[in-house]
């Protein structure tokens, strides 16, 4: 409550009797004391029917795979090049935008992809596009042109896009208004540092294509939030992305390892959030979904969780829940240490069409219930359907499995986890995925990987202190140079991707050679060297190799992604289909579905 003037006080209290003043307090009193069992918070965007997302969520996903399933049958040739292509994968997120080999021509499209809860998020669509060119982070208090921090704090809806590959090291908390998209695609971009991304009590947020890692606590700092607005912040936690009191969020094909705290923690009354096709890996606190089991605004907390690929070397919180309502639906679990789903104070959790495999010598439960005896936790609604259990997972249930609740819900069942190598064969940041390779651009729109020049700026600040937005419109000369802001030392004509043949370094390098699918790029948070081709041995080589060794590591004829023989898509992971193959019968049938899809 917001303090009264002097004036205001003496009004009030000369209005008001003693009496009067009593009882209120007497209320107020009662009102604390009520039982968090008694109250249920809505949030503004919460959804009032829950099984309704869930439902349309499945439909979107049958759908895809039917489209892909005719395709295959009238195209058959169409099989032996899939892993080349990122079109009719059956993800319907991906299927949505990476079919229009011009996407970059209309980045905003993205927009109308997001699935389950996190639908809404619209980001930045219909604002201007804004070109990051300066990887720095000097003076968080008053941020350059050109930077990602100058870019995220504007007033109105940006597009935010990348000039080349960057990493930024953040120098303390990078803090995100409304209606922002920061879109990776085309470019390598690393976000570490102090405190790294943080977003608070905003909407319309649209986080795409990041590896985010290795964040760290930031210190007491004073910070510009707006291009009038300067604010003190306290000590932070070092989470990859701190998300408090948000609304219609969505987080697409970012990577996470590595951080101080949380990979990803959103709490404090956020609802309406989408994390797909991500890729997380060796960190203990994975995803936090609630801030507290007595925080009651977390009870209308709505997130959806699909096609990720938990990895490597995680311990706990795939998510861990609070309160709400979470959908977990098609994700691909390799590992985890003390449990992949927890919760306390009663969530609701759907999980659907998961594989969980869980390792040797290591906790199988799937579940952890926190903070509550049995008795009590047997009423929490916890349903597992169509999951897949390996290595001896298992997956306690709980509550109302065969209730009205999950009636709508279970009309159309989730896709199968059988599928889950195609559902996630490309979690995580997409590696490689070329951005207009040699296209005029548009007039005011330079996509990255383009040849430069063309037309006038639409947000594309100085670089240097010199004017930029490209050539004079209708010229296109050879050496347009990256985005016209300079001329280009890589022939031909400002072409930073496919300027060397595919798979290969570049001419004269030792990392990688001329080797078909080269070693990749040392410095993916998802590893290295992925194969582009299926039967690459063995399986495609799940982790890949060092730089130049080995000729099928990363398979033949990968592309090039900014002169490093990584192939243009990733997750194959072999090793989970070799441990498959030789642990479960099960599993073998997997391989075998998957293999004739």
């Known amino acids: ?123 930045g669509k219909g604002g201007q596009i804004y070109i990051v060119s300066d990887p720095s982070d000097g003076d968080p208090e008053n941020p350059q042109p050109g930077t990602l921090r100058h870019a995220v704090i504007q007033s109105e809806p940006l597009w935010i896009i990348f000039a080349r590959d960057m990493h930024i090291n953040l120098k303390t908390e990078l803090i995100v208004s409304s209606a922002k998209t920061i879109d990776g695609r085309g470019a390598i971009v690393h976000i570490t540092g102090k405190g790294c991304i943080v977003i608070e009590h905003v909407g319309n947020i649209i986080i795409h294509g990041l590896y985010i890692h290795d964040c760290e606590p930031s210190g007491n700092a004073k910070i510009r939030v707006s291009p009038t607005d300067v604010v003190g912040r306290g000590k932070s936690d070092g989470d990859g992305l701190t998300i408090k009191g948000v609304r219609n969020l969505w987080i697409d094909h970012c990577s996470f390892a590595r951080c101080k705290d949380g990979l990803v923690d959103i709490t404090e009354g956020s609802t309406a959030v989408t994390v797909t096709n991500s890729y997380f890996t060796e960190h203990d606190k994975v995803m936090l979904l609630g801030h507290s089991d007595d925080y009651l605004a977390d009870a209308g907390m709505q997130v959806t969780v699909a096609f990720n690929h938990f990895g490597k070397g995680l311990v706990e919180r795939m998510p861990r829940c609070r309160h709400g309502y979470f959908h977990v639906v098609n994700n691909d679990y390799t590992e985890w240490q003390l449990y992949a789903i927890g919760g306390s104070a009663a969530p609701t959790i759907n999980s659907q069409g998961n594989r969980f ?6 906790h199988k439960e799937v579940t952890k219930r926190m903070e509550a005896k049995e008795d009590e936790w047997r009423g929490w609604n916890w349903r597992t359907e169509g999951d897949l259990m390996v290595n001896g997972a298992f997956f306690t249930p709980s509550g109302a499995e065969f209730s009205v609740q999950y009636d709508k819900a279970s009309s159309v069942p989730a896709m199968s986890a059988y599928l889950i190598n195609q559902l996630t064969m490309h979690a995580g940041v997409l590696v490689g995925v070329p951005s207009n390779v040699g296209d005029n651009p548009p007039p005011g729109i330079i996509p990255p990987g383009g040849d430069g020049g063309g037309g006038p700026p ?18 296109i000369p050879p050496d347009g140079g990256d985005y016209g802001y300079s001329p280009s030392t890589i022939p031909p004509g400002g072409n930073r991707y496919g300027a060397t043949p595919p798979g290969c370094y570049a001419p004269g390098k030792t990392q990688g050679g001329c080797i078909p699918g080269g070693g990749g790029d040392p410095g993916m948070v998802s590893g290295v060297g992925y194969s582009s081709v299926p039967g690459s041995p063995p399986f495609g080589v799940l982790q890949g190799c060092g730089p130049g060794i080995i000729p099928y590591c990363g398979g033949p004829g990968g592309r090039m992604v900014s002169g490093v023989g990584s192939s243009i898509h990733t997750m194959t992971r072999s090793s989970i289909l070799t441990s498959m193959l030789l642990s479960s019968l099960v599993v073998l049938s997997t391989s075998v579905v998957f293999s004739l899809q």
């Open 357 to 362: 495999v869980a390792q040797p010598n290591s």
């Open 1 to 123: 409550m917001e303090p009264h003037s002097s004036n205001q006080r003496k009004t009030f209290g000369q209005e008001m009797s003693p009496c009067a003043c009593t009882s209120l307090l007497t209320y107020m009193l009662y009102l604390t004391c009520i039982s968090s069992t008694f109250i249920r918070v809505t949030l503004p965007h919460q959804h009032p029917d829950p099984e309704a997302i869930v439902l349309q969520l499945q439909r979107k996903v049958n759908a895809s795979i039917a489209s892909r399933r005719q395709l295959l049958e009238t195209n058959p040739l169409y099989i032996q090049s899939k892993d080349q292509t990122p079109c009719q994968t059956g993800n319907p997120v991906d299927d949505c935008w990476r079919c229009d080999p011009n996407w970059a021509n209309d980045r905003q499209r993205l927009a109308d992809c997001a699935i389950g809860f996190g639908q809404g998020a619209m980001g």
């Open 458 to 475: 639409m947000i594309i600040p100085p670089v240097d202190g010199q004017p930029s937005g490209g050539n004079p419109p209708g010229t």
